[in-house]
Nanobody
Framework: QVQLVESGGGLVQAGGSHRLSCAASGPTFSRYAVGWFRQGPGKEREFVAAISWNAGSANYADSVRGRFTISRDNVKNTAYLQMSSLRLEDTAVYYC?????????????????WGQGTLLTVSS
């Protein structure tokens, strides 16, 4: 069974860059599509980005496209979310999720695996 652990959250300045990591345990991580969701204060959870098992496809929310890049290293069993031009509204708990099918990221309640989340705070 694959387990996900996010890291890299913290306090960053608006306009800056930062990277989150999602480390997976288990031998089958490379079979899974991986993605990121976030939930800001007083907001509902929202999709951020997702990447297919072989990094051949990636999807982004409109709010982060061009600023965030999702990637993965199947040797290290880790996925990343590189964020740039950070805005105050990017402040949120960021969650890593995984599923065998990339299409399932349209239906977050059906995703197979979730991490515990990591808090990113963007300050002015």
């Amino acid at each position: 069974q694959v387990q996900l652990v996010e890291s890299g959250g913290g306090l960053v300045q608006a306009g800056g860059s930062h990277r989150l990591s999602c480390a997976a345990s288990g031998p089958t991580f490379s079979r899974y599509a991986v993605g990121w969701f976030r939930q800001g204060p007083g907001k509902e959870r929202e999709f951020v980005a997702a990447i297919s098992w072989n990094a051949g496809s990636a999807n982004y929310a409109d709010s982060v496209r061009g600023r965030f890049t999702i990637s993965r290293d199947n040797v290290k069993n880790t996925a990343y979310l590189q964020m740039s031009s950070l805005r105050l509204e990017d402040t949120a708990v960021y969650y890593c999720a995984a599923d065998l099918r990339l299409g399932e990221f349209l239906f977050p309640d059906r995703l197979e695996l979730w991490g515990q989340g990591t808090l990113l705070t963007v300050s002015s």
